[in-house]
């Protein structure tokens, strides 16, 4: 979702996020998530070392799809090099799905990480 109306945002997100694990936050530390946004408002619907002892390393290079068909929203993330999941680690079908929401991917990183980001449409 790159817009800068936030105010209307309305989707999924997965996020690459790497956040100071002395905060108190359930986002804090390497993982991934995914979020339900409605009018700016989320909810987090997947935290991936919660759900599935899912972290990674500022130094490493990740793969992260998400997808969206009709109400079921899906995703998978492997490191680079290693081989890609069969199934999805997180498959949820949303009990009111959203009608004309978008899909985006984000990173969120503390300010001294450096974290390299490419999107790849083409599949």
Do not use: C
């Not at 817009?3 to 989707?11: F, K, Q, S, V, Y």
């Not at 694990?21 to 359930?26: C, K, N, R």
């Not at 995914?34 to 989320?42: A, C, G, L, S, T």
């Not at 002892?53 to 680079?80: H, K, P």
């Amino acid at each position: 979702m790159a817009r800068g109306d936030l105010a209307n945002t309305t989707g999924y997100t997965l996020a690459m996020v790497a956040l100071d694990e002395g905060i108190d936050h359930e986002k804090a530390g390497h993982q991934f998530h995914i979020d339900r946004w409605v009018n700016n408002e989320y909810e987090t619907l997947w935290l991936s070392n919660r759900d599935n002892g899912i972290e990674f390393e500022l130094d490493e290079w990740w793969n992260m799809e998400l997808g969206v068909v009709g109400a079921t929203i899906s995703a998978r993330v492997w490191q680079v090099g290693t081989p890609e999941p069969l199934e999805p680690q997180f498959v949820w079908t949303d009990p009111s799905p959203i009608p004309g929401g978008q899909i985006g991917v984000a990173q969120h990183v503390k300010p001294s990480a450096k974290v390299q980001f490419k999107i790849d449409i083409s599949k």
